[in-house]
C-alpha cells in the first residue's frame, strides 16, 4: 500500500511539472496539435472502414451493346441516342481516396444488349468507378423507343453554293461513293430521301477534290432527326471548273440549210432559236473562237414552213453549252406561175331564141396566174372562155369575155382579146341550114 501511494505521488508530482511546462510554454501546445492532426489522419488513412459519399453531376452516359441489338437481334433504337442528358451519380469512397475521384474515373453505361423486343423500353443505367462504388445513378431508367432494324440505298446529291455563273462553268464530275447504305428504325429510314452535300465553292478558278460531309433528307428536303447509321461519314467529290464565254450561233443561209426544195417554192427565211449559247472550255481554246455553227436542216421535199430541231456543232475541247440542240424554222413559200394557152374555144352563153349570133373571133388567148402547183397542172380543157347574150336582141355588141377554171375560182385570169364583138340577127332558114 505503501508503494502504490508513492507511485502516486511520484505520477501526481510529474503530471503537474508537465502541465506547468505546457502552460507556460506555446510552441509545445501547437506541437501536440499537429502531432494530433497527424496521428488522427494516419488512422483514417490506414482504416478502409471509413469512407465518404462523393456526388459528381453531368457525367456522359456511354451507349454499349448496339451492335447485339441490331446485328443479332435485327432491331434498332428509334430515340435519339445523341441526344441524351447527362447523369448523376453518388459515389462511396475511402476518406483516402475522395479526391481522387472525378468525372474523368465515373462510367455510366446504357447497355442495349439487354433489350429483345420492340416498343417502349425502360432500359437501367448501369455505373462504375476506378474508386470505391457507386451507390446511386440519377436517372436511374432510360426510355427507349424500339423497332425492326431497316436499310436502303439513297444517292448522293452535291449543293454548289458561292458560285460566279457570270465568268465560270461549274460541273460535279465524281462522288464517290454516290450512294450510302442508311440503316436504323423502319420508320425513320423510310423517310430518307438523299445524303446531301452542301460545298462553298468561292473563289474556286480550277478543278478541285473535297472529302466533305453530308446531311441526310426527307422529300421536302429536311434534315432528318435521330438515330441512323450510315455506310460512310464523307464523301470525295470533285468539281470541274472552266472559263465560259457566249458565243453566236452562224446566220449564214447556206450553213444553215441543205437540200432544195422542188420547183415553184422559195425558202423565205431561216431562224434559229436562241440565237447565242454559252460555252465552256480552256481558256486558250474560248480566245479562238468566233461562232459556233449548227447541223444544217435538210430542205428536200419541203413545200411548207416547218420548225426542226437541230444539234450545235461542237468541237474538241468544249466543256459545255448551255443548249446543245437549237430550233430552226424555216419560212418556205409557193411561188406564182402565169402560163398561157392558145386557142381557146369561145363559148357563147345565153343566146336568145330566135336570134342568131356570130362573134368576131371564135378562138383566143388565155392568161391563168395563181400557185406553181395549181397552174403548172392545167391544160386547155380545164379552161373555159365565155361571152353571156343573155337579153340581147338584134344588133352589134362589144362584150366581155368571162374566163373560168374547173374547180380554182380563185386563179387571176385574163383573155386577149379582152372583149369580142358579137353580132346578133334574126335567124333565118339559110342561117339554120
Known sequence: MKKNKDWRGLAGRLGKKLWASLSNNLWLKLLSVVLALFLWSYVISTTPSITRDKTLSDISITVTGQS?????????????????????????????????????????????????????????????????????????????????????????????????????????????PSQVVVSGPTSLVKTVSSAQVLLDVSGLTETHSWEEGFQLLDAQQQEIPGALSVSTSSVRVTVEVYPIRVLTLSQEADQLTSGQVPEGYRVDQVEVNPTQVVVAAEQALL??????????????????????????????????????????????????????????????????????????AKRLDVKVTGPYSLVSQLIREDIQATVDLAGLTQGQYELPVEIAVDNYPDLACSAQPATITVTVSQETSGQNG
Request: negative net charge; without cysteine; glycine residues 4%.
Open 68 to 176: 447485339v441489338l441490331e446485328d443479332s437481334r435485327g432491331l434498332a433504337v428509334l430515340t435519339d441516342l445523341n441526344a441524351l442528358e447527362s447523369a448523376r451519380v453518388r459515389v462511396r469512397v475511402s476518406q483516402s481516396s475522395y479526391a481522387q475521384v472525378t468525372s474523368d474515373n465515373v462510367r455510366v453505361e446504357l447497355d442495349l444488349s439487354s433489350i429483345r423486343q420492340e416498343g417502349k423500353q425502360s432500359v437501367r443505367l448501369q455505373g462504375s468507378t476506378t474508386y470505391g462504388s457507386v451507390v446511386e445513378v440519377y436517372p436511374q431508367y432510360i426510355d427507349l423507343e424500339v423497332e425492326k432494324r431497316d436499310q436502303r440505298y439513297v444517292p448522293v446529291n452535291v449543293e454548289l453554293t458561292g458560285v460566279d455563273t457570270t465568268s465560270y462553268w461549274y460541273s460535279v464530275s465524281s462522288r464517290n
Open 287 to 360: 480566245d479562238g473562237l468566233t461562232e459556233l455553227t449548227i447541223e444544217p436542216v435538210d430542205l428536200t421535199g419541203a413545200t411548207q414552213t416547218f420548225t426542226a430541231i437541230a444539234r450545235v456543232q461542237t468541237l474538241k475541247g468544249i466543256k459545255y453549252l448551255s443548249s446543245d440542240e437549237v430550233s430552226v424554222t424555216v419560212t418556205i413559200s409557193e411561188q406564182e406561175l402565169t402560163k398561157r394557152f392558145s386557142n381557146v374555144s369561145l363559148n357563147l352563153e345565153n343566146q336568145p331564141q330566135g336570134m342568131w349570133a356570130v362573134p368576131s
